[in-house]
């Protein structure tokens, strides 16, 4: 039996698409907010498509502020932007 791949929803397209194509942002605790590359970061997550369109339409709606309850800094943004390269 083939092994089930895990699948997310983008949290601004609402596609739902394998864990792999998608980045995930997490808040923790202390409300600190970071870019989780390993997908395992403990805390509140949410997921965006890697693609440049996407995250620049969840900072210019503060889509992921709402979502994550904080605000979040340009420079993680930025730190998206750059992994999707």
Not at 4 to 32: Q, S, Y
Not at 41 to 56: F, H, P, S, T
């Amino acid at each position: 039996m083939a092994k089930k791949m895990p699948e997310r929803t983008c949290v601004i397209t609402r596609e739902k698409t394998l864990k792999k194509d998608l980045i995930r942002v997490v808040r923790d605790k202390e409300g600190n907010v970071s870019v989780d590359t390993t997908g395992k970061a403990n805390g509140r997550g949410a997921y965006l498509k890697k693609d440049a369109e996407v995250i620049e339409k969840a900072r210019s709606t503060k889509a992921l502020e709402k979502i994550l309850e904080v605000t979040i800094p340009d420079q993680i943004y930025d730190e998206l932007l750059s992994n999707i390269k």
